[in-house]
């Protein structure tokens, strides 16, 4: 019956997980998919998570269905880190679901889009994180790309990315990353921000910002600027976003879609997008979101928690920064310091596919074929030798 079907290929992030299990070499090391490791190389179970997972246990609450939309006590404090207070949240103009993590919003949002905007085609940056792609295709759109890494100076193409975004047809729909860009780490200014905005706006582009480390930057406001920024602005576009990473609460799957709206579609806008949470999986898990609802909500947990989410941060810039050392030490002839202007949890090395796959059989080194590395993979421990075995590969 099934026999016609393509093999698939395996993700090419997600595959990783289950080679590297696989690896018996005691040295490994993953810093392919994103996941934050601490210097042990554990993922940690925040203590915010943790109280507030014993205070939730103790109270023993039922388990009916949650909402199609999910738990209103989550979905505002979503609202609020999200938006703070470029919007007021007592005049409805943002619709917000709780969606099953950060890929869940983008396909609710994804389905949304092509039931309101049929016609229109999607623009994602040049790199992006690979499942954009595989989700607006699989919503059925036709996806292209704007130009966004330079290879030649490491850095953000301004002049590329203005140009193309100035040609797009009316209602394009482009993906954005407010922060901590995936794979490259490299944001834009400001100010390039600024004219990408006035030119997106001229198009009449639909605006679809995907935040997923929000606080992995450079804080938990100063990520969130764009979000704040189209809203302020009057715009309406759509937000995904995720806890997978900030909470450290992966396999929980707690993520939520926002369209900023205005007030006049937000009837129509939240009714489309619990529709389309009905036709996918109905409503969605409550553990997860009730965990940062509780701790989001409690001022003294909530302080807790931008505690633990700055040590995640610390801890990821002092490895950058001695990657970068270390690299520097060891192949004095190259220049690293692009990688120290990227943010977040990613670095784009520029190693090519072939030295990626020598990293991983010769020195049992994982990263993605892009030469994406997860530097929250990197601890004292393991990292002289991924200086050494990018040495030998470079
Ligand atoms: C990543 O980019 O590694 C993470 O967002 C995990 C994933 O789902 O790909």
Redesign the pocket.
Known sequence: MFEHLPLYAG?P??GLIGEFAEDPRPNKVNL????YYDELGRVPLLPSVQQAEELLVGEHQPRSYLPMEGSPAYRRVVEQLLFADSVDASRNSVAIIQTV???GALKVGADFLKTAWSDSQVWVSDPT???HLGIFQGAGFTVNRYPYFEPAAKQFDFEGALQALGALPAKAIVLLHPCCH??TGIQPEREHWVKMLDVLQARDAILFLDI?YQGFGKGLDEDAWLIRECARRGLTFLVSS?F??TFSL?GERVGALSVHTGRDSHAQVFGQLKLHVRRNYSSPPMFGASIVARVLGDPALNQQWQGELAQMRDRITAMRAALVEGLTKRLPEQDFAFLAHQEG??AYTGLSAPQVRALKAEHAVYA?ETG?I?IAGLSPSNLDHVIEAFAAVM
């Open positions: 993700d992030i997600l392919g998919v994103g996941i993590g950060g890929s994180w690979d499942n995936n794979p997923a995720s997978s990473k992966y949890m990613f993605v994406r997860c």
